[in-house]
């Protein structure tokens, strides 16, 4: 293999990577204050891209005002799926809320398909299309913003986890909610959060892709699947190893795509599942439970 298609393979593979590392976020964000997998996070990415058409083409305000818009609709489409379908049945059993979760996905992908069709959608390049040669390689400059967004949301992330008052409440919630509780933190309130938190992300994993993979009603499912396949590969409940999942599962599906067949590319998100569960269940960045006897 040549410099030249190594770094091709590398780039696409960072492209991608990020917006499952943003989806990986989204999951583990819900699983730390919660400690159910929320299916529903690929939907929250397809929503992102999708609204950005939408308020592109009927309001007309200009890329970022639409890419703003559908951030802050997707996000409050988060909260009133924790008001209206978490909340109310929030002592049920984890596996009940998991099953409440994949009906929700499976109401807001047949809603959006109601509305908007089974169409495919593009919005604009963030700075145009005009390809980046660097080495030999051909690098599309969406791909640098989708990999410089990413890192910021990242950034942004760890500060608010580790440096506010209300991030290191989230993170007392997860580790004991009753506790917390008597500290006088809400849990609710911290609940409502993560899942407009992980709205937020997902939102921008979804405006951020959708210039250069394009979007309809069900692309959520796949990179939903994805972003699961990279919080497992990471290590579940650790937010930069989810991130650092993204990356490592993208750069192996573009890899494998360029090196094997192009018709695998999917099936590896779910090779690395069963091998990470099978292997190392923690992951590779996450630490064995231990229990006390």
């Not at 397809?46 to 639409?66: N, Q, R, S, T």
């Not at 509305?115 to 080495?135: C, E, N, Q, R």
């Not at 250069?212 to 994805?226: A, C, F, I, N, W």
């Not at 930069?240 to 192996?252: E, Q, S, T, V, Y």
Request: net charge positive; proline share 4%.
């Amino acid at each position: 293999m040549d410099l030249a298609s190594l770094l091709q393979f590398l780039a696409s593979g960072l492209t991608v990577g990020s917006t499952y590392g943003l989806a990986a976020l989204g999951f583990t964000i819900i699983f730390n204050t919660t400690g159910i997998i929320n299916f529903a996070q690929g939907e929250f990415v397809m929503l992102g891209g999708i609204l950005a058409v939408v308020f592109m083409h009927w309001l007309d305000p200009g890329l970022p005002a639409a890419i703003l818009l559908a951030v802050v609709a997707t996000t409050l489409v988060g909260l009133l799926m924790e008001r209206l379908t978490i909340r109310p049945v929030r002592n049920a059993s984890a596996i009940n809320l998991i099953i409440v979760t994949i009906g929700v996905s499976i109401t807001i992908r047949g809603l959006v398909m109601l509305f908007w069709g089974k169409d495919t959608y593009v919005l604009p390049a963030f700075s145009g299309m005009a390809p980046i040669h660097l080495l030999g390689a051909t690098i599309i400059p969406q791909s640098l913003w989708i990999l410089g967004i990413a890192v910021v949301v990242l950034a942004l992330l760890k500060g608010f986890f580790s440096r506010t008052i209300f991030g290191r409440a989230m993170l007392a919630c997860s580790f004991e909610p009753r506790a917390a509780r008597l500290v006088g933190i809400s849990v609710e309130r911290m609940v409502m959060a993560s899942f407009m938190l992980s709205a937020f992300v997902g939102a921008v994993g979804g405006v951020i892709l959708t210039p250069l993979t394009m979007t309809s009603y069900d692309v959520g499912v796949l990179l939903g699947m994805k972003g699961f396949a990279a919080c497992i590969l990471g290590g579940l409940g650790n937010p930069f190893g989810a991130a650092a999942g993204g990356l490592i599962l993208g750069i192996l599906e573009a890899f494998g795509a360029g090196l094997v067949s192009s018709a695998y590319k999917d099936a590896i998100a779910f090779v690395v599942i069963l091998g990470i569960l099978l292997w190392k269940p923690s992951g590779l960045f996450g630490v064995p439970d231990t229990e006390r006897v």
